[in-house]
């Protein structure tokens, strides 16, 4: 899998990150999928990886929550206008995250995130960002961050 493409603006660089109350993701880590907690679209990504997800390998995290603000910038969590994945020591964001996703849930899903890939970058994002700016209209904003069941419950950080 390509290593690069996972673009972090300046502003997103220079900003001190508070890791004191969370270990920081090692390259052996699980990776953790950073979220919006009360976006319908944002909840059904989780639903959906959850459901593919064969391996149990993903964590989840609200960007609203304590651990994104341990682990991400100050942009990711205030901005809540992009997927974040942390992976194998690396952060990714908008359509790279979401490319880097399927990659994980398996061969058919690869496929499809390889086909993502291919779209350049800036069309990538550009769509993403279509998807992102409209997500509450389309679908919808739930009054709080998604409850994991109890089968769920050990695969999402605080």
Known sequence: MPRGNHIVSPAVQSQPVNRSKTPQVATGDPPIIFFDGVCGFCNRMVDFVLSHD????????????????????????????????????????????????????GPFWQIAGW??????LPLRDWGYRLVGKNRYRMFGKLEACRMPTP????????
């Open 54 to 105: 064969r391996r149990g390998v993903f964590r989840f995290a609200p960007l609203q929550g304590e651990t994104a603000r341990a682990l991400l910038p100050p942009a990711d969590v205030e901005s809540l206008d992009s997927v974040v994945l942390m992976l194998r020591g690396q952060t990714f964001r908008r359509s790279s995250a979401s490319a880097r996703i399927l990659w994980e849930l």
């Open 115 to 120: 086909l993502l890939w291919l779209i350049p």
């Open 151 to 158: 089968e769920e419950r050990d695969r999402f950080l605080p």
